[in-house]
């Protein structure tokens, strides 16, 4: 096999895992985060296009596009109570998400999927 095929055969590899890497295991199933977000009060200071005390969600969206731990960092500010930052200055603690049953992650990291992918 000559090198030119090898190396085209090595970069149609590295581009299949890193779109397969970068590819959701499951689909955001949008009406669940809505009703956890509408359950937890979200949409009180967010809303998906128009900044309220929160930040307009695809604007998250948009800050973390293309960012490894944006899924990572999104799910430990819904999750623990850390300050956010409200647009008069103050500051607050962030809203626990809860879920039914408790902690669940599954039902946690669809809304953020869901919000990452605005």
Known sequence: ???????????????????????????????????????????????VEKEKDGPAWNKVAEKYKGKATAEARLIEHITSGEKAKFPDGHEEAHKIVKTDPPKDMAQIKNLVDWILSL
């Open 1 to 47: 096999m000559s090198s030119k095929i090898q190396k085209a055969l090595g970069l149609m590899a590295v581009t299949t895992t890193l779109l397969l890497a970068s590819t959701p295991s499951s689909a955001v199933d949008v009406d669940a985060a809505k009703t956890l977000a509408r359950q937890n009060n979200c949409f009180r200071c967010h809303s």
